[in-house]
Protein backbone atom coordinates (compact mmCIF):
# COMPACT_ATOMS: atom_id res chain seq x y z
CA UNK A 1 0.00 0.00 0.00
CA UNK A 2 0.90 3.18 -1.25
CA UNK A 3 0.35 6.86 1.18
CA UNK A 4 0.55 9.46 -1.50
CA UNK A 5 -0.98 12.35 1.02
CA UNK A 6 -1.30 12.88 4.68
CA UNK A 7 -3.73 14.71 6.83
CA UNK A 8 -2.34 17.82 8.16
CA UNK A 9 -4.03 19.64 11.00
CA UNK A 10 -5.36 22.69 8.47
CA UNK A 11 -7.12 20.08 6.04
CA UNK A 12 -8.40 17.90 9.56
CA UNK A 13 -10.23 21.54 10.68
CA UNK A 14 -11.88 22.19 6.72
CA UNK A 15 -12.89 18.70 6.91
CA UNK A 16 -13.54 18.18 11.13
CA UNK A 17 -13.79 21.11 12.38
CA UNK A 18 -12.10 23.23 14.48
CA UNK A 19 -10.52 21.87 17.01
CA UNK A 20 -12.19 20.99 21.01
CA UNK A 21 -9.91 18.98 23.18
CA UNK A 22 -5.71 18.75 22.82
CA UNK A 23 -4.84 16.08 25.29
CA UNK A 24 -1.16 15.96 25.94
CA UNK A 25 0.79 14.18 29.18
CA UNK A 26 2.17 15.24 32.23
CA UNK A 27 5.36 16.56 30.95
CA UNK A 28 3.97 17.89 27.48
CA UNK A 29 4.17 14.65 25.09
CA UNK A 30 0.83 14.35 22.95
CA UNK A 31 -1.61 11.87 22.94
CA UNK A 32 -4.50 12.86 21.16
CA UNK A 33 -6.71 15.47 19.37
CA UNK A 34 -10.31 16.08 18.66
CA UNK A 35 -11.61 18.07 15.72
CA UNK A 36 -15.57 18.96 15.50
CA UNK A 37 -16.22 15.33 17.27
CA UNK A 38 -13.93 13.18 15.44
CA UNK A 39 -10.53 11.83 17.76
CA UNK A 40 -7.10 11.45 16.82
CA UNK A 41 -4.39 10.04 17.97
CA UNK A 42 -2.16 10.09 15.24
CA UNK A 43 0.32 12.60 15.76
CA UNK A 44 0.68 13.75 12.23
CA UNK A 45 -2.64 15.65 13.12
CA UNK A 46 -0.84 17.51 16.39
CA UNK A 47 -1.49 21.07 15.73
CA UNK A 48 0.67 22.54 18.27
CA UNK A 49 2.63 25.13 16.55
CA UNK A 50 -0.09 25.58 14.17
CA UNK A 51 -1.90 28.60 15.88
CA UNK A 52 -5.13 26.94 15.15
CA UNK A 53 -6.42 26.56 18.57
CA UNK A 54 -6.19 28.62 22.33
CA UNK A 55 -5.06 27.33 25.55
CA UNK A 56 -8.66 26.61 26.71
CA UNK A 57 -8.89 23.35 24.42
CA UNK A 58 -5.50 21.77 26.14
CA UNK A 59 -5.92 19.50 28.33
CA UNK A 60 -3.31 17.47 30.66
CA UNK A 61 -3.60 14.07 31.62
CA UNK A 62 -2.07 13.31 34.61
CA UNK A 63 -2.89 9.91 37.09
CA UNK A 64 -1.89 12.78 39.91
CA UNK A 65 -4.64 15.00 38.73
CA UNK A 66 -7.13 12.44 38.60
CA UNK A 67 -6.61 11.58 41.86
CA UNK A 68 -5.52 14.22 43.50
CA UNK A 69 -6.69 17.38 44.41
CA UNK A 70 -3.77 20.47 44.28
CA UNK A 71 -2.80 22.47 47.03
CA UNK A 72 -0.85 25.17 44.75
CA UNK A 73 -4.38 26.21 42.77
CA UNK A 74 -6.41 24.13 44.92
CA UNK A 75 -7.98 22.09 41.80
CA UNK A 76 -10.36 19.26 42.85
CA UNK A 77 -9.56 15.59 41.55
CA UNK A 78 -10.21 15.45 37.76
CA UNK A 79 -10.11 19.34 37.09
CA UNK A 80 -7.39 20.98 35.37
CA UNK A 81 -4.28 22.99 37.42
CA UNK A 82 -4.81 27.16 36.52
CA UNK A 83 -1.92 29.21 36.75
CA UNK A 84 -2.60 32.78 38.78
CA UNK A 85 -4.56 34.72 35.90
CA UNK A 86 -7.08 31.04 36.41
CA UNK A 87 -5.81 29.71 32.52
CA UNK A 88 -5.63 25.98 32.47
CA UNK A 89 -2.23 24.95 32.68
CA UNK A 90 0.39 21.24 33.55
CA UNK A 91 -0.46 19.72 36.39
CA UNK A 92 1.76 21.40 39.63
CA UNK A 93 4.64 19.42 40.97
CA UNK A 94 3.16 19.20 43.98
CA UNK A 95 0.04 17.75 42.93
CA UNK A 96 0.92 14.40 43.98
CA UNK A 97 0.99 15.56 47.74
CA UNK A 98 -2.55 17.15 47.97
CA UNK A 99 -5.23 14.91 49.46
CA UNK A 100 -6.36 11.89 47.45
CA UNK A 101 -10.08 11.52 46.17
CA UNK A 102 -10.79 8.73 48.75
CA UNK A 103 -9.72 11.10 51.66
CA UNK A 104 -11.68 14.16 50.21
CA UNK A 105 -14.57 11.47 50.15
CA UNK A 106 -14.50 10.92 53.72
CA UNK A 107 -13.45 14.14 55.06
CA UNK A 108 -16.87 15.16 53.52
CA UNK A 109 -18.68 11.91 54.97
CA UNK A 110 -17.04 12.69 58.52
CA UNK A 111 -18.35 16.39 57.95
CA UNK A 112 -21.97 15.52 56.86
CA UNK A 113 -22.08 13.34 59.81
CA UNK A 114 -21.39 15.55 62.52
CA UNK A 115 -24.11 18.46 60.50
CA UNK A 116 -26.47 15.72 60.59
CA UNK A 117 -25.72 15.23 63.98
CA UNK A 118 -25.53 18.84 65.22
CA UNK A 119 -28.85 19.39 63.48
CA UNK A 120 -30.64 16.63 65.00
CA UNK A 121 -29.24 18.17 68.71
CA UNK A 122 -30.47 21.49 68.24
CA UNK A 123 -33.71 20.06 66.79
CA UNK A 124 -33.99 17.62 70.18
CA UNK A 125 -32.69 20.72 72.22
CA UNK A 126 -35.86 22.88 70.72
CA UNK A 127 -38.01 20.37 71.29
CA UNK A 128 -37.18 19.40 74.81
CA UNK A 129 -36.95 23.37 75.55
CA UNK A 130 -40.89 23.75 74.33
CA UNK A 131 -43.36 22.63 76.99
CA UNK A 132 -46.91 21.00 76.23
CA UNK A 133 -49.82 22.99 75.26
CA UNK A 134 -52.28 22.89 78.21
CA UNK A 135 -55.14 20.21 77.27
CA UNK A 136 -52.38 18.04 75.31
CA UNK A 137 -52.44 14.76 75.74
CA UNK A 138 -49.44 13.03 77.14
CA UNK A 139 -48.93 9.15 77.04
CA UNK A 140 -46.90 7.30 79.32
CA UNK A 141 -45.90 3.66 79.40
CA UNK A 142 -46.87 1.54 81.79
CA UNK A 143 -43.96 -0.32 84.24
CA UNK A 144 -45.98 -3.41 83.95
CA UNK A 145 -49.61 -4.13 82.58
CA UNK A 146 -52.52 -3.74 85.25
CA UNK A 147 -53.93 -6.05 84.32
CA UNK A 148 -54.05 -9.09 81.10
CA UNK A 149 -57.02 -6.55 79.55
CA UNK A 150 -55.12 -4.01 79.03
CA UNK A 151 -54.21 -3.79 75.35
CA UNK A 152 -51.58 -1.55 74.80
CA UNK A 153 -50.37 -1.05 78.00
CA UNK A 154 -49.92 3.13 77.55
CA UNK A 155 -51.84 5.21 80.30
CA UNK A 156 -53.03 9.13 78.50
CA UNK A 157 -53.11 12.22 80.64
CA UNK A 158 -54.32 15.78 80.20
CA UNK A 159 -52.15 18.57 80.94
CA UNK A 160 -53.46 21.25 83.49
CA UNK A 161 -49.90 22.85 84.32
CA UNK A 162 -46.14 23.03 83.50
CA UNK A 163 -44.02 23.91 85.95
CA UNK A 164 -40.01 25.23 85.72
CA UNK A 165 -37.77 21.96 86.02
CA UNK A 166 -39.92 20.39 82.68
CA UNK A 167 -42.47 18.95 84.65
CA UNK A 168 -46.47 19.42 84.17
CA UNK A 169 -49.55 18.25 85.86
CA UNK A 170 -51.90 15.95 84.43
CA UNK A 171 -55.03 14.74 85.13
CA UNK A 172 -55.99 10.46 83.79
CA UNK A 173 -59.10 9.88 82.95
CA UNK A 174 -60.46 8.78 85.97
CA UNK A 175 -59.93 12.07 87.45
CA UNK A 176 -56.55 11.30 88.85
CA UNK A 177 -53.63 14.30 89.62
CA UNK A 178 -50.48 13.01 89.11
CA UNK A 179 -46.93 14.60 87.97
CA UNK A 180 -44.81 14.02 84.79
CA UNK A 181 -41.49 14.90 83.54
CA UNK A 182 -39.72 13.77 80.35
CA UNK A 183 -36.77 11.83 79.91
CA UNK A 184 -34.15 14.20 78.43
CA UNK A 185 -32.08 11.11 76.95
CA UNK A 186 -35.05 9.26 75.26
CA UNK A 187 -38.06 12.11 75.29
CA UNK A 188 -40.79 9.39 77.37
CA UNK A 189 -42.98 11.17 79.77
CA UNK A 190 -42.82 9.09 83.19
CA UNK A 191 -44.75 9.60 86.16
CA UNK A 192 -42.82 11.15 88.67
CA UNK A 193 -43.10 12.29 93.04
CA UNK A 194 -44.53 15.70 91.99
CA UNK A 195 -44.20 16.73 96.33
CA UNK A 196 -42.94 20.33 96.02
CA UNK A 197 -39.30 20.74 96.94
CA UNK A 198 -39.72 24.61 97.12
CA UNK A 199 -42.54 26.71 96.31
CA UNK A 200 -42.53 26.33 92.24
CA UNK A 201 -40.50 23.40 91.50
CA UNK A 202 -42.02 19.77 91.77
CA UNK A 203 -39.94 16.92 93.00
CA UNK A 204 -38.73 14.55 90.07
CA UNK A 205 -38.15 11.76 92.34
CA UNK A 206 -39.02 8.60 91.68
CA UNK A 207 -40.38 7.37 88.30
CA UNK A 208 -40.69 4.00 86.41
CA UNK A 209 -41.15 1.22 88.76
CA UNK A 210 -39.12 3.19 91.55
CA UNK A 211 -40.31 5.20 94.70
CA UNK A 212 -39.28 8.41 95.69
CA UNK A 213 -37.33 8.29 98.79
CA UNK A 214 -37.28 12.08 100.02
CA UNK A 215 -38.25 13.76 103.07
CA UNK A 216 -40.31 16.12 101.89
CA UNK A 217 -41.39 19.52 103.97
CA UNK A 218 -44.44 19.56 104.98
CA UNK A 219 -47.17 22.55 104.04
CA UNK A 220 -45.25 23.22 100.91
CA UNK A 221 -47.36 24.18 98.01
CA UNK A 222 -46.61 24.90 94.61
CA UNK A 223 -47.29 28.05 93.42
CA UNK A 224 -49.08 29.23 89.70
CA UNK A 225 -47.39 28.03 86.74
CA UNK A 226 -44.57 29.23 86.08
CA UNK A 227 -41.81 29.33 82.76
CA UNK A 228 -40.97 26.32 81.23
CA UNK A 229 -36.78 26.19 81.50
Same mark, same amino acid.
Request: proline share 6%.
Given at each position: ???????????????????????????? +??????? +??? %??? =?????????????????????????????????????????????????????? =???? *?????????????????????? %???????????????????? /????? &? &??????? &??? !????????????? =????????????????? &???? !?????? =?? /????? +?????????? /???????? /??? *? *???
Amino acid at each position: MAVTDRLSPAEAVRKYGPITELVVGRHG +GFESVTY +GET %QFV =SRFVDPRGTGLYDDTVVVVHDPARDDYECPVCQAAPGEQCVNKKQQPCGTHGKR =SQGR *SRWEIERADAAARKAREEAEAA %QQWQREMATPPALGAVLEVK /RWMPA &D &DTASDGV &DRY !IVERTYANRTVQA =SADSGERVFLARNEYTG &DWQV !ICGQPT =SM /RLPCR +GGGVGVLCKV /RHKPGLHL /RED *S *SWT
